[in-house]
């Protein structure tokens, strides 16, 4: 019986191909990657609830076992997250998505920032926002999603923060991933890319 219950506990990854239609209105023609090379990952997690939950999210084909590997060491340590749902469930719209304080990875969509007009990393399937809430984005004097604003004073710890020195950053780091937090500009908590942008 208890190993039963062990099992049920331990961390779960897996990756499929993703369809056009799941996609919704994530992806668009014009896109800078195809449907094919894109991935869903269901992962196992730790909700604020306390409980183990499976969530789902879409990432490139080329960074899956780094995203599972990320995944995976948040799990083990119960790193809280409330909702993991491809962004297609919202419309496409991150404002939804982040309001809803769900993490979330492709979303084909611009930079959210200041300057010429280009491809967010996550057009790319290569940046993943963990707890929008909890880990506001600072731009042009607004934060984003408004609900962040209880989060502001980044000294104060709560559950589900990404800090410098915390478990979400290190997980990332450990697989070559940047954090947003360390923006000086226009800090983005929440964002973790591939690449750095």
């Known amino acids: 019986m208890v190993h039963v219950l062990l099992a ?12 056009r239609a799941e996609l919704g209105k994530s992806w668009h023609p014009g896109c800078p990657v195809a449907p094919a090379q894109l991935r869903k990952l269901r992962v196992t997690y730790w909700g604020f609830d306390g409980k183990h939950h499976v969530g789902a999210l879409v990432v490139n084909a080329n960074v899956v076992d780094q995203v599972i590997a990320v995944f995976g060491r948040l799990d083990r340590v119960r790193f809280p997250i409330r909702r993991m749902t491809p962004i297609a ?3 496409g719209s991150d404002e939804r998505s982040m309001a809803a304080d769900n993490t979330s990875g492709f979303n084909c969509r ?6 010429p007009r280009e491809w967010s990393a996550h057009a790319y399937g290569e940046a993943i926002d963990v707890n929008p809430v909890e880990n506001p984005y600072f731009e042009g004097g607004r934060v984003l999603p408004p609900a962040g604003r209880r989060y502001v004073d980044r000294s104060i710890a709560h559950p589900g923060m990404a800090v410098s020195d915390g478990t979400v950053v290190a997980a990332f780091a450990a697989a070559g991933w940047q954090w947003g937090g360390r923006w000086t500009a226009s800090p983005d908590y929440q964002h973790f890319s591939a690449t750095g942008g």
Do not use: E, I, Q
């Open 110 to 115: 611009p930079a959210v920032a200041p300057g």
């Open 89 to 91: 469930a919202y419309g």
């Open 8 to 19: 049920a506990l331990a961390f779960h990854g897996s990756a499929t191909p993703v369809s």
